[in-house]
């Protein structure tokens, strides 16, 4: 470890697997969310280059396709399956999580990156509002039905939750007011849903960072766990439904390009280095539960309503309810 070199704003994907390939190696990854021109894509991409198997994710079984496509032609000697995974509906995750479960293969290291950002208020068939769903719910579920298969796997398997600065724009997922929590928008009382959609993606950014710190907690010696903020990266989320809203931070001009006199913006590349510092770092495996930026931790840059015991134990606790099912490990 003494020799890895240090990462930080610029680093890149690649840089950050080919310094930490010894610990890529013989891994089995899945990483949720790779549609192309996305951070999980790019992570998946470059996880390929050393990992044993790489499993990504998506809804829609054309473009998922096209993400194995684009993969196997950046690295052909790379070992990728795909995954039928609709986070916003309980029985799909199920599904899903049945399907990996029955893998021969053992799981090392899950990646948490899929997020919902169409923009627009929606209840899924759950009646669950769709952003929490895709982004907190359906993820929680996902990693809790997996959580045997991989601490069976031997070592200290890894969970990564790809969260956002954002998270710490609001003041947190709502946790007195169950309605609120599971089908709220995020904004004030009788406001239009459609037009705090940002809002609610800063809440359940918070939900990511607070399952992980959670999750480290009643894993500890057993799983490790880590949330991040990836950087401003121009994917495929500034051209969903976010628009207005960005337009109205200064991150989007009128025309609906980025605005480059924003300044930090980073590459697709930058943007996932943080997650996979995240994966397969050694140098954070005592740093369980941490929020990292920039390819390091970074806890003081953790909102203090995410970073509350008694609130993440209450998340947990309420996410249990909500899926209708309690996990011990």
């Keep these: 470890m003494a020799n ?6 610029s680093s890149t994907a690649d840089e950050v697997v080919d310094a930490l390939a010894s610990e890529i190696r013989g891994k089995n990854v899945l990483v949720t969310g790779t549609s192309l ?5 790019e992570t998946a991409r470059a996880t390929a280059k050393y990992a044993n198997l790489v499993v990504i994710t998506g809804y829609n079984e054309g473009r998922l396709q096209l993400s194995k496509d684009a993969i196997l032609k950046a690295v052909p000697s790379a070992n990728v399956r795909t995954l039928i995974l609709d986070l ?6 199920r599904k899903a999580a049945a399907e990996v479960n029955a893998y021969p293969e053992t799981l090392h290291v899950l990646i948490n990156n899929a997020a919902a950002t169409a923009g627009k208020y929606a209840l899924t068939a759950d009646n669950i509002e769709n952003q929490l769903a895709a982004g907190h719910i359906g993820p929680f579920l996902f990693t809790n039905l997996l959580l045997p298969k991989m601490l069976a796997a ?3 398997p890894r969970v990564v939750f790809v969260s956002s600065i954002g998270h710490s724009f609001s003041a ?6 169950t309605e609120e929590f599971l089908r709220g928008h995020g904004g004030p009382p009788g406001a239009d849903p ?3 959609t940002l809002v609610r993606y800063g809440q359940v950014k918070a939900a990511n960072v607070m399952t992980a710190k959670e999750l480290a907690k009643r894993g500890a010696g057993k799983v490790q766990a880590f949330s991040l903020h990836p ?4 994917t495929n989320a500034f051209e969903g439904g976010f628009q207005a809203e960005l337009k109205n931070l200064g991150l989007v001009n009128a025309d609906g390009t980025k605005n480059e006199k924003y300044g930090e913006w980073k590459t697709l590349s930058q943007g996932a280095s ?11 495996a005592d740093k369980s539960g941490t929020y990292l930026d920039n390819c390091v931790v970074a806890e003081e840059k953790m909102a203090p309503h995410s970073a509350d015991p008694e609130r993440t134990k209450k998340l947990w606790e309420k996410t249990e309810e909500a899926i209708g099912e309690k996990f011990a490990f």
């Design 194 to 196: 459609n037009t705090v």
């Design 88 to 93: 916003s509906s309980l029985a799909a995750v």
């Design 172 to 177: 947190g997922i709502p946790l007195d007011d």
């Design 37 to 41: 021109n996305g951070i999980g894509f």
């Design 231 to 234: 950087g401003a990266i121009w």
């Design 4 to 9: 890895l070199p240090t990462f930080s704003f």
């Design 274 to 284: 943080t997650t996979l510092v995240a994966a397969f770092d050694p140098r954070i």
């Design 154 to 156: 031997g070592g200290i």
